[in-house]
């Protein structure tokens, strides 16, 4: 491989790890807080993404970006509303239920789609998408690099979020210690759905800044459900950090993987350093415990 | 076992042996494939269910992968089989050893590393992702292409005419499969699984050898699991990467085994009639709904809800209702 | 089954439900089909549910219309008027459902089946079938592993990816040919699975018999996210076509990646790329012009087919291939009962593998069937100009010419 293909696969791939970044703070967030393994994850981000594809289409005609902060609060209130609802009070504090509820949710969201939206493939097509920066040998799409620069900008905010408001506070003390979190007057449920909504938003979010460079069916979101709990293991479950420098890591081998070995073989990197990963540090990059 | 469940124990054995006289061959009532298929269809994922639920219910050593063993047991015998000239009879044991193999390895790299909970779940999905990649890219399994087998239905072939042999063959391996959980609860060994599952680093203090047995139930369970990839290889005569290793099988048998309940002898047999019933019922029902095109998608609607359904009113499992009821 | 529950203690009151429920699961069966008189029954099985549902439904679409329109026209003649009816079946994309679908339509009473979409259900759902010795018409379906396996209940009308690769190879030497010939390489970018894999491997090989050298054929998984790597290495590569073939969504991604990214081609050459449809052409105009494809398609002279491609999209769906070969399929099991004058399966099969059938709707010649493959199915070979589709090869169908070696982007 010369050292321009190199080049162009790393920033490839840092590109494409920047989606994953965005799919996997969602699902460390939940994981981190309500320690359960979210199922629905990827039939979640596919109605999200139908979501941006009718407010696209005519008569509204809203670009996704502008969308974005209307799908982010869209996904929030159902998530919030799906949690209380259904999720929490149905698992009666089992995490083995969560888990079947999830799985459940997500064969109805998919089937659901298919019979609402069919099972066509549906795809936006924004002025911008053709468009370029060129950086050295690499091309870089300009939605791509949108969708970069805000999963980064998503990471910082929520970071700050989570560090400096009450709420934010409120949902760390119940990721660390339930109980305590409990006696000292904290609504733990109601944290749990926040936090639940949140992780959900966060897929509202990914879903804005995928349409314009991807496509949606029915079955689209599962396409990065795999890679989002490498990407929170990677990084550490539960750790923004992790997720952000876990994702674009995940990119950049994927890419490299993928230009050494075939697109076919190359896969088999992300498992591999995945396993790699958890047998040397189970605790991933940036977990504490 | 009180004499009470044994009696009952032994009734449904003799109505699962006599069940294809119904539906079979001298067909009492009326003969029905479909009823025999079902009927295979719902022991033969009990027992891979079965096989999850000893290492994930008994050991609480959940797995999201549990489809690579089924995936080496699978290919090993098919490779053996139509490459290498084996009689599948033959290659049956050597599969079965290979996914006892492949469970010990998984165990010890991932034991000794110290994973447990969704770790251990996470690491197991993502061996079989290797070997799904792998099984796709070397010339062994021919890659995308699949291996087929060639239909030879004579018994000393593995393959047979009448489906009621394949149900019998399931109900065989079901109830062998029952045997093991059974011991589980009656043995040291299993009670030493049972003190790892409630607590390991008590288990440990207690002076129990936690690595060593987990890795040795991994085995058992990868073995189990394996002997159920032979057969499902020599029934659909067809094998391919994303049928031996695709997720939607170490989903199965989680959700049969959960459903039922994780932990208990009849879980997985439980969970897997009730979903497979639910299944057959439900996808009729795309087909009554009149005037809808494509009512299709709304029987899976209704065979998540039911699933949603049952996780909440019956969070310990459909045998947590019998229990309940006693 | 639900018997079996007995065996773990269950109280009797659940036993006699489960074993209700399970009766009424069998019973209910051909009660809910509604059994008509005389009326000869056809199992239709396909992917309507899960990762191909689209194909899946489509296929229902045309042979369900086919059905139909049989009836309309009076049924079976020979048979006095039968009619037709559909057992509808869902493969859930899953070969243990679709094994089961054909044991619960032979119980129902199917004499013919048509289906599966999928290679590896065609191929388990066949041999459930063969046991009956049941008819089991392939409409879609590209492995040639499906045929030629000594299973004499199986007819496939359109071409296999054998004779589809032929085809496309020597209209792409001729279009080539007819250019100057500049096109000297190609790289081959295919889906990992069966379909993909056997087409690029049919490809490597025929290539160089036109002169074409295959540089480097590159698989890729199902899905793919992302494109741009494979984009890159092309670039690098500087071959002068590109030739594709998987599923209809990362036939698009690709598409638009090596658009978006203009990557000077001479030309971009598919065999039955599952992208290659008036959707795309419509949705992307600027993506899919000039890109060709091999596939089958209907005859674009023929007036039944396009007063069927007026209902079609008169009815808001597509006329993609799915449609108008299952509804094909749905005409030659007519008129092979029509000319067997009865459903019996022995008469039926007789009949099929003697059928001289013409297929009004495709550009084919009479169908003769050599070990269940149809030697009369012919592909044809699409452009994608101006937010159309145009036939160009073969001749005697084209409503184009083929525009190559294609403009380079300024």
């Known amino acids: 491989m010369s050292a321009d293909i190199v080049f162009a696969g790393v920033v490839n791939g840092l590109m494409a790890g920047g989606v994953y970044v965005l799919v996997a703070v969602g699902l460390t967030l939940i994981y981190g807080v309500l320690h359960i393994i979210n199922f629905a994850h990827g039939s979640l981000l596919m109605l999200a993404m139908y979501a941006v594809y009718f407010l696209f289409r005519k008569p509204l005609g809203l670009d996704p970006y502008a969308a974005l902060p209307l799908v982010t609060a869209g996904a929030f209130a159902f998530a919030y509303l799906l949690y209380r609802g259904v999720i929490g009070r149905f698992a009666h504090g089992k995490d083995e239920n969560i888990l079947l509820i999830t799985l459940g949710l997500s064969i109805v969201a998919d089937n659901a789609a298919l019979f609402f939206f069919t099972g066509d493939t549906q795809t936006i097509d924004v002025s911008y998408a053709g468009r370029f920066l060129q950086l050295g040998p690499a091309l870089i799409p300009l939605p791509k690099l949108v969708s970069f620069l805000a999963s980064l900008l998503i990471c910082a905010l929520l970071g700050l979020w989570m560090a400096f408001t009450d709420t934010g506070k409120a949902i760390r003390a119940v990721a660390k210690e339930r109980q305590g979190a409990r006696l000292v007057g904290i609504d733990v449920e109601n944290i749990f759905a926040i936090a639940y909504g949140i992780g959900i938003a966060c897929l509202g979010a990914a879903a804005c800044l995928l349409m314009p460079f991807f496509y949606v069916s029915p079955s689209s979101g599962h396409a990065f459900v795999l890679i989002a709990f490498t990407t929170v293991v990677l990084g550490g479950m539960g750790s923004f950090a992790g997720a952000l420098i876990g994702g674009l890591l995940i990119g950049i081998v994927e890419s490299l993987g993928g230009l050494r070995f075939g697109e076919q073989l190359g896969q088999i990197a992300i498992p591999l350093v995945f396993i790699l990963v958890l047998l040397l540090r189970p605790t991933g990059l940036f977990g504490g415990r | 076992m009180s004499r009470r469940a044994m009696l009952w124990c032994a009734a449904g054995l003799l109505v699962a042996i006599l069940y294809p006289l119904l539906f079979g061959g001298p067909s009492l009532i009326a003969r029905s494939n479909y009823a025999i298929n079902v009927a295979f269809l719902i022991l033969f994922a009990a027992f891979l269910g079965q096989s999850w639920n000893i290492a994930g ?15 080496t047991g699978a290919y090993v015998s098919t490779i053996l089989h139509v490459s290498h000239g084996w009689n599948p009879w033959l290659a049956w044991p050597v599969a079965i050893a290979s996914g006892g193999l492949v469970g010990a390895i998984i165990g010890v790299l991932s034991f000794r590393a110290g994973l447990r909970g969704s770790y251990f779940a996470l690491i197991t999905l993502a061996f079989a992702e290797v070997f799904r990649i792998v099984a796709n890219s070397i010339p062994q399994t021919r890659g995308g292409l699949g291996i087929l087998i060639k239909a030879d239905q004579r018994p000393e072939n593995f393959q047979f005419r009448d489906p009621m042999w394949f149900y019998y063959l399931a109900l065989v391996l079901c109830v062998i499969g029952l045997a093991i959980a059974w011991w589980l609860t009656r043995s040291r060994f299993g009670a030493r699984l049972a003190a790892i599952r409630e607590n390991e680093d008590a288990a440990m203090a207690l002076g129990i050898d936690v690595f060593r047995e987990k890795v040795r139930v991994l085995a058992l369970s990868g073995a189990m699991c394996a002997a159920g990839g032979t057969v499902y290889a020599q029934k659909y005569l067809y094998l391919d990467p994303s049928i031996a290793f695709g997720v939607e099988k170490s989903v199965e048998m ?40 494509n009512a299709q998608p709304l029987a899976l609607i209704v065979y998540g809800l039911i699933l949603v359904v049952i996780v909440a009113y019956l969070p310990d499992g459909l045998t947590g209702l019998l229990r309940r009821r006693r | ?52 549902a ?11 219309m086919a059905i139909e329109d049989v009836n309309k026209a009076g049924g079976v003649k020979s048979m006095g008027g039968a009619k037709l009816e559909a057992l509808l079946g869902d493969s859930q994309s899953k070969v243990e459902v679709g094994v089961s679908e054909v044991e619960k339509m032979n119980e129902a009473g199917a004499s013919a089946f048509i289906g599966c979409f999928q290679s590896p259900v065609g191929i388990a759902a066949t041999q459930a079938a063969a046991k009956y010795n049941t008819p089991f018409l392939i409409d879609v379906g590209a492995s040639d592993q499906l045929v030629r396996r000594g299973l004499k209940n199986v007819f496939r009308l359109k071409p296999g990816f054998g004779k589809c690769v032929d085809d496309g190879i020597a209209a792409l030497g001729a279009i080539n040919k007819g250019a100057g010939s500049p096109a000297k390489s190609a790289v081959i970018v295919h889906e990992s699975g069966e379909f993909g894999t056997g087409t690029a491997k049919l490809l490597a090989g025929k290539l160089p018999s036109i002169g074409i050298e295959a ?27 590109v030739m594709m073939s998987n599923y209809g969504n990362e036939y698009m991604l690709l598409a638009r990646t090596l658009f978006q990214q203009k990557v000077e081609l001479k030309g971009m050459f598919s065999v039955l790329g599952g992208g290659f449809n008036y959707k795309f052409v419509k949705d992307m105009p600027d993506v899919s012009q000039f890109m060709m494809d091999t596939n089958h398609w209907f005859n674009p002279r023929s007036e039944a087919s396009q007063a069927l491609k007026k209902r079609v999209e008169a009815g808001g769906a597509l006329f993609t291939f799915e449609v108008y070969l299952s509804y094909t399929n749905v005409m030659l099991l007519a008129d092979a009962l029509e000319r067997a004058q009865s459903a019996d399966k022995e008469k039926l099969i007789a009949a099929l593998a003697a059928s001289t059938f013409k297929a009004e709707l495709m550009p084919y010649g009479p169908t003769k069937f050599v070990d269940g493959q149809n030697e009369g199915g012919l592909p044809a070979v699409m452009q994608s100009l101006k937010g159309e589709i145009e036939v160009i090869s073969p001749e005697q169908f084209a409503s184009a010419k083929a525009v190559f070696p294609r403009p380079k982007f300024t």
């Open chain 3, 54 to 64: 689209y194909n899946g439904q489509q296929s229902r679409l045309g042979a369900t």
């Open chain 2, 57 to 71: 219910g008994y050991a609480g050593q959940t797995s999201f992968g549990h489809v690579v063993f089924f995936g």
């Open chain 3, 1 to 52: 089954m639900a018997r079996k529950q007995s065996r773990f203690g269950v109280s009797r009151r659940s036993f006699v439900g489960g074993a209700g429920a399970l009766s009424v699961g069998l019973a209910g069966f051909p009660a809910i089909l509604g059994a008509q008189a005389k009326a000869v029954k056809v199992g239709l099985i396909h992917p309507v549910t899960g990762f191909v």
């Open chain 3, 215 to 241: 540089k480097e054929l590159i698989p890729h998984d199902n899905p793919t996210r992302s494109f741009d790597n494979i984009a890159l290495r092309i670039r690098s590569m500087a071959p002068d076509i």
């Open chain 2, 254 to 293: 989680l959700l049969v085994s959960m459903i039922g309940g994780a932990g208990t002898i009849f879980g997985p047999l439980i969970g897997s009639g009730v979903l497979h019933l639910v299944g057959e019922i439900t996808r009729d029902l795309g087909n009554v709904v009149p005037g809808i095109k």
